[in-house]
């Protein structure tokens, strides 16, 4: 059997399960994930190494995690929505992934709709099974409703959570990709650098620890990122768009900021496998989501780019993150 190799698309409404499911295949902790809706902003990709194995040949995977579909009403949203069709141009296979536990709804409608003149195979993804009570009583009649949406390639559903039905779901994948070498080293995990992983680590913290608004009005900026042999210094902002809301972030006494603190740089210390000083400032940056330019400037691949080009001072660029001996596989997951 020939080495298969190829990009596959996560894409489906906020909430599906999207991140869980490329950290579950991947084996790592890639992408922020939170009870809350549009979480991933960016399209990030996890590479997925696989041995030949019964049945199927040995492939290299690269999937795809892209941010929620919806219709946009910031720039922000416009942008994420950007992401999307990006990550959909050109890959060799997308996995839909649908909420099993909720009723269709707009958003998976115009999931589908995007998909339907693209002549990219798609297989229905039902997520999160596990919360189904009924077992195949329940889901049997769902299939059989979802096959009228669409030629769907396959139909397979999964718990991303429990990591039930995976194998199933590698092995389609694997047999849906074309013959190729792998595109990238065998070491390489994500196209996204550590700096910028960091940066996400401190917005789940965020989304975490806040609530209403405050979790869709901040975002997190890496300002310098220097990894010394033991340790690495990293001094990052905050964004908010209201005094209200930066004293919020902040706390009482600078209890709040301290915990995200705390709690982020113990995780960044686990993903880098050394000790990390973390500097969190917080800023007011009124309405930045209404704002294209600053929207643009939160791209981490167009931060690498200013980076690499030596406009930003005091930072240096980290490669995209790689297994390592010093990390250990899954211990953020
Ligand atoms: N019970 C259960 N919960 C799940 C499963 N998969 C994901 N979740 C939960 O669903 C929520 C959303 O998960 P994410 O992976 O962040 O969803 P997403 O599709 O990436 O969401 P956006 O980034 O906002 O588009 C989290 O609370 C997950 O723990 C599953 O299989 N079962
Ligand atoms: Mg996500």
Same mark, same amino acid.
């Given at each position: ?8 698309c996560?894409?489906?409404?906020p909430n ?9 295949l991947?084996?790592?902790?890639l ?10 902003r ?21 999937? +795809? ?7 946009p009403?910031?720039?922000?949203? *416009? ?22 536990t909720?009723k269709?709804?707009?958003r998976?409608?115009?999931a +589908? ?6 002549p ?5 993804i ?8 009924g ?7 769902l ?7 669409h ?7 999964i718990?991303a ?7 199933i779901?590698?092995? =389609?994948?694997? =047999? ?15 196209d ?9 680590? +401190?917005?789940e ?8 608004e ?6 997190? +900026?890496?300002d310098?990122?220097e990894?010394g042999?033991r ?25 709040m ?12 210390? *686990? ?9 969190l ?6 309405n930045?989501?209404?704002?294209r ?20 001072? *005091?930072?240096e660029p ?6 390592g001996?010093?990390k250990? *596989?899954?211990?953020?997951?």
């Amino acid at each position: 059997m020939p080495f298969r190799s190829g990009f596959v698309c996560i894409l489906g409404r906020p909430n599906a399960g999207k991140s869980t499911l490329l950290n579950a295949l991947v084996g790592e902790k890639l992408a922020i994930i939170s009870p809350k809706p549009q979480t991933t902003r960016n399209r990030i990709q996890g590479i997925l190494n696989l041995p030949k194995g019964k049945g199927h040949a040995a492939a290299q995977i690269v999937l +795809i995690d892209t941010p929620g579909v919806h219709k946009p009403d910031s720039s922000l949203g *416009r942008k994420m929505m950007v992401e999307v069709r990006e990550a959909l141009e050109g890959c060799d296979l997308v996995l839909l992934i649908m909420d099993a536990t909720r009723k269709r709804d707009q958003r998976d409608e115009f999931a +589908i709709q995007m998909l339907k003149h693209s002549p990219t195979k798609v297989c229905l993804i039902l997520n999160k099974v596990d919360l189904l009570r009924g077992g195949k009583g329940q889901l049997l009649p769902l299939i059989e409703e979802y096959k009228k949406l669409h030629a769907f390639h396959e139909i397979i559903p999964i718990s991303a959570l429990k990591r039930d039905g995976l194998d199933i779901l590698l092995k =389609a994948v694997t =047999a849906a990709l074309p013959a190729g070498p792998p595109y990238f080293p065998p070491d390489q995990v994500t196209d996204q650098p550590s700096r910028f992983m960091s940066a996400e680590i +401190i917005r789940e913290r965020v989304l975490m620890e806040t609530e209403e608004e405050l979790p869709y009005a901040t975002t997190v +900026i890496v300002d310098a990122f220097e990894e010394g042999a033991r340790l690495t210094r990293i001094s990052a902002t905050i964004y908010c768009e209201r005094e209200g809301q930066k004293g919020i972030l902040i706390g009482k006494k600078g209890q709040m900021l301290k915990r995200i603190g705390t709690s982020a740089r113990l995780q960044i210390e *686990r993903m880098l496998g050394m000790k990390v000083f973390l500097e969190l400032y917080v800023k007011v940056q009124p309405n930045w989501r209404e704002s294209r330019a600053f929207v643009e400037e939160l791209d981490w691949r167009r931060q690498l780019e200013n980076l690499t080009d030596g406009r930003v001072e *005091r930072a240096e660029p980290s490669s995209p993150r790689k297994t390592g001996k010093k990390k250990k *596989r899954g211990v953020l997951s």
